[in-house]
């Protein structure tokens, strides 16, 4: 007996590109690992044989395989039309079984992997004939009926670990040798594969160019369907040789931008919704089931590249996107489901990482066959964007501020113009203030951060989330803005904002806001307001409580006695607010679990209160709906351990159904202690909502 085998089984129907697909996977695996093919079309007992085949496959040869065993089986003679010679199938490392019913109900309990190829009908009929001809034509009606018959009862395409949508045209080897790694049950097998991930090489070049960053994005990334843009959009506004502390911070966290998609040799995407990771790469989608944060810590946390020579950023590619607030069920909160994924994230292989203090781009990308060629187009795009007009990025051109609406803010009060509703009325958002000062009264909190959500159902036709982002960060440009499209959603996000940083070192940072003031057209006005918020009691009350939440949070993972608050109450003055923002530094000891750590933290205590998990208890029951993307996480997790997230919040979120509808939606809230007022917590989401609304022309629901 040798060691039991991990089987896996690629299954599908006729003409699905099975038979080929083993045959190179297995060449593949082969590298690193001793592999067994076994072909389900060599046991068949016939072309009416489908169901007596897999019992013969099952007992026959996963059996003895299953136990390290050599499998012998009687095969099918097709041109005798009758049983044909004994052969046998050794154990090895690896054993891949082909063909349909590979993964059937009686196989599943001897596989490691299931995996489901599927092809149109046509191309599926066209591909079994030109492999079979003749021979299979008369019989291929009865052979797709005794498929059709056996699939109707026996779920393989749901029950898979993995799906291809098989095009034929190379990829799905590779693209499937990217994500069975992600499999628990191959994982241990496959450790050869990851290792080799995790010496990977990052080439890169340096320009000294400025490019027009969003000429940049739109010719790059324009028609992919999954791209992020984490934009420093307040990069300009930024300076960081001022004599006020608050401008120097702001120039810190606003100097880097970062384009990428999800294209290229290494790129994948993951959706995350109610406890299963759905990833993707090119053809391939598996599906693991478990807590989101686990998964992030097989993929994230050690470091797998080198920084290039010069290069000042953190980012050195990676995972980039969101995480929703709903992800809490894993972090103390309980499970609520929302209508968009829990988790959105792309794998970048290749990204332009812009360094707005020296004026230059940086072009990232891993080694491998396609690099050269896109970083011939990369560059060639970065210099035509250098020499673009400015019109997309600082809003000189011919859009007005709100045109991702047909009609925008030209327009205001005609039908196109969204028109939004409040999960809460104002009564009822007032008397849910009540509430929570009678939690806080009761002793069950100190500080409840109550959110609502303004929600507006357009044709989908009307609007446009790229353009519709452009003029959000026109009108209202912060250190952590960002767009992010994941293929049917878009994220327009004007954050100011910091959740967590955690560089390559392990430097740890909080930045949480908590006091916000409109600003005001007259200097003395907008003077006075900026010195109502630094000199207001509550205010400051309410920020110092989450400072000492989130020094209880970086503590979990921190060296003991390197939390420290580097900045208090400090205020600092955007487009359209004024914020009162502290600093809470920490530092990560090596070998920490970097994803555990960011789930120590999770969601940000600025949007839930203190303390975190009894007050997300107390919301759920007053908010009575999910957040979604609001009050979650945006960013990246960087290949060298650093992650650097902001808070979603200012954030329109756009949905498009399958009905030709989009649904807009943008969550608002503040944090209420004993002593707010209801009136005036109602008038700060006012404050808080109008950034964005303004930009659309709309307005705050009347309530």
């Known amino acids: 007996m040798s060691p039991a085998p991990v089987i896996i089984a690629l299954d599908g129907r006729s003409g699905a590109g099975k038979t080929t697909l083993a045959v190179e996977l297995a060449a593949r695996l082969r590298a690193r690992h001793k592999v067994s093919l076994f072909h389900l079309e060599d046991i068949y007992p016939g072309w009416n044989g489908l169901a007596a085949g897999i019992e013969r496959y ?36 690896i054993v891949i079984v082909e063909g349909v019913g590979a993964a059937a109900a009686a196989a599943r309990p001897f596989l490691g992997a299931a995996i489901w190829a599927d092809s149109p009908e046509d191309v599926r009929r066209t591909r079994a004939l030109q492999r079979d001809g003749e021979t299979y034509e008369p019989y291929w009606d009865q052979w797709a009926a005794q498929e059709s018959e056996w699939l109707a009862g026996d779920d393989v395409p749901g029950a898979a670990d993995l ?35 995790r010496g990977l090489s990052l080439r890169a070049e340096r320009l000294d160019a400025r490019p027009q960053a969003a000429e940049l994005f739109h010719a790059l990334y324009g028609t992919s369907a999954n791209a992020v843009w984490l934009d420093s959009s307040n990069a300009g506004a930024a300076d960081p040789g001022s004599a006020d502390p608050s401008t120097r911070t702001a120039a810190e966290r606003s100097r880097f931008s970062i384009l990428a998609d999800d294209g290229g040799t290494f790129g994948q995407s993951v959706m995350h919704r109610s406890g299963a990771s759905h990833i993707s790469a090119g053809s391939v989608t598996a599906t693991v089931d478990g807590p989101f944060f686990r998964w992030l810590d097989t993929v994230w946390g050690r470091r ?18 969101y995480l929703g607030y709903e992800l809490k069920r894993e972090t103390g909160g309980t499970d609520v489901s929302a209508a968009t994924p829990d988790a959105a994230l792309i794998f970048a292989g290749r990204a332009v990482v812009l360094d707005h203090a020296e004026g230059t781009a940086w072009l990232l990308a891993l080694d491998a066959p396609d690099a050269a060629e896109w970083l011939d187009a990369a560059r060639a795009a970065v210099q035509r964007a250098a020499g673009a007009p400015a019109a997309l990025d600082s809003g000189d051109g011919n859009e007005p501020a709100g045109s991702g609406i047909d009609g925008g803010s030209t327009a205001v009060g005609s039908a196109s113009v969204p028109v939004f509703a409040s999960r809460d009325s104002g009564v009822t958002y007032r008397e849910k203030i009540t509430k929570s000062q009678r939690e806080i009264a009761e002793g069950n909190t100190y500080e409840v951060c109550l959110t609502t959500t303004l929600a507006a159902r357009v044709p989908g036709g009307t609007v446009d989330p790229w353009h519709t982002y452009l003029a959000l960060r026109r009108r209202n440009p912060a250190p952590f803005a960002s767009y992010l499209a994941f293929d049917g959603l878009a994220v327009a996000s004007t954050s100011p904002e910091r959740f967590l940083r955690i560089a390559s070192d392990g430097g740890m940072r909080a930045e949480p806001i908590k006091g916000t003031r409109r600003r005001a057209s007259g200097a003395a006005e907008d003077a006075a307001l900026r010195t109502e918020l630094a000199t207001s009691l509550k205010d400051r009350a309410e920020n110092i409580m989450i400072v000492d939440l989130l020094r209880n949070d970086l503590s979990h993972f921190a060296v003991p006695g390197s939390v420290t608050v580097s900045r208090l109450c400090a205020i600092e003055s955007y487009a359209t607010v004024h914020q009162m923002v502290s600093t809470i530094d920490a530092s990560l000891p090596p070998g920490s679990p970097r994803a555990e750590a960011v ?27 999910p957040r979604g993307i609001y009050s979650g996480a945006i960013g990246y997790f960087s290949l060298n351990g650093a992650t650097d997230l902001a808070v979603a919040i200012r954030t329109l979120v756009i949905r498009r159904d399958g009905d030709g509808t989009a649904e ?40």
């Open 599 to 625: 789930a120590a933290c999770f969601p940000a205590g600025s949007m839930t209160g203190a303390p975190k998990i009894s007050t997300m208890a107390i919301l759920d029951q007053l908010e009575a709906g």
């Open 304 to 321: 797998a590249v080198r920084a290039p020579e010069g290069y000042p950023g953190e980012f050195t590619l990676g995972w980039l996107g």
């Open 664 to 703: 807009l939606s943008l969550g608002v809230g503040g944090a209420i202690t004993s002593d707010s007022v209801p009136d005036e917590e109602y008038d700060e989401i006012r404050t808080k909502a109008y950034g964005v609304l303004s930009t659309l022309g709309a307005t705050f629901p009347d309530a």
């Open 58 to 93: 099952v007992s026959t040869v996963l059996g003895p395989l299953s136990r390290g065993e050599a499998a012998t089986w009687t095969s099918w003679d097709w041109e005798k039309h009758y049983d044909g010679g004994s052969r046998v199938t050794l154990p090895a490392e």
């Open 163 to 197: 799906h291809i949508r098989n095009v034929a045209d190379g990829s799905a080897p590779e693209d499937v040798l990217q994500l069975l790694p992600y499999l628990p049950a191959l994982a241990q097998v496959l450790a050869p594969e990851l290792s080799a991930r």
